[in-house]
């Protein structure tokens, strides 16, 4: 069994531990340790009652500078420690969700287009292309920066469209909301670990703002109308993205990019080596991308088949 896969394991039962129990430390995997600090948060939910005004918790919420948040209702501060003993830092994702890339992917993989849907999502990421290479030319780290706005967007509006198809339609998305929203943290972390190597500029932001405003509306659109279609153009958007990965690693290798150190983000979400350099974190994002194009692209595959998106199984967790 994969770490991954254990600490999916353990996660509920460390869970129910600290729900029966109201104080939970346990050793997690791989050296993590992980433990909840006292609480009677569990035990009850009346906070607000004067006979329990003196039952709260020892420890309170508190921010990295050390200033109280709340001490009212008992959420006890999950404490993470890494197999060498120091702590976990990142709030936004714990070990659990980190996971070691299979770069052996084929980063090659193209789905040629073969029906009028295919060569209408074919030729719009051609056009959308012209105009942001004019734009970023070899800038890589802004190109990174801002395509990982774009790029987070499909799997949270597909994700989203498909959860409220279940909700409406009282029936079980065969997992594919959970695969599409896994595609879109991950697309975000993308983002997370850019912003630690480059502060985007005004105008920049700018940009993304606009940018989102239309994307988001015009994506959610299309995916309403036709979602074989949307998921073809991210499928198509994904291969874009990879090979703008492998011209940043080109020119990486060329000497014409600063191989900097890896920020410690990467280090912990994609479990790198301490050494391991920008280089290696472009390395596992691409190999990202090519599993996100291959995501979307079959997700497209079964729906040209006539078939709804529930009736395969969804991807979860392929990285
Ligand atoms: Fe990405
Ligand atoms: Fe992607």
Known sequence: MSSRSIYRTLRPVLSSSVLSSGLGTGHG??????SHLPTIRFLSSDTSSSTT???????PVRTADGKVISTYWGIPPTKITKPDGSAWKWNCFQPWDSYKPDVSID??????????????AYWTVQSLKIPVQLFFQRKHMCHAMLLETVAAVPGMVGGMLLHLKSLRRFEHSGGWIKALLEEAENERMHLMTFIELSQPKWYERAIVFAVQGVFFNAYFLSYVISPKLAHRITGYLEEEAVNSYTEF????????????PAPAIAIDYWRLPKDATLRDVVFVIRADEAHHRDINHYASDIQFQGR???????????H
Not at 29 to 34: C, N, P, R, T, Y
Not at 107 to 120: G, R
Not at 308 to 318: C, F, N, R, T, W
């Open 107 to 120: 980063v090659t993989k193209h789905h040629k287009p073969s029906n009028f849907t295919d060569k209408f």
């Open 53 to 59: 005004g003196n039952r709260q918790p020892e420890n």
């Open 249 to 260: 690693l080109n020119d990486i290798d060329a000497g014409k990019f600063e191989n900097s």
């Open 308 to 318: 709804e998106l529930k009736e395969a199984p969804a991807p979860i967790g392929y």
């Open 29 to 34: 995997i791989k050296g993590h340790v992980i």
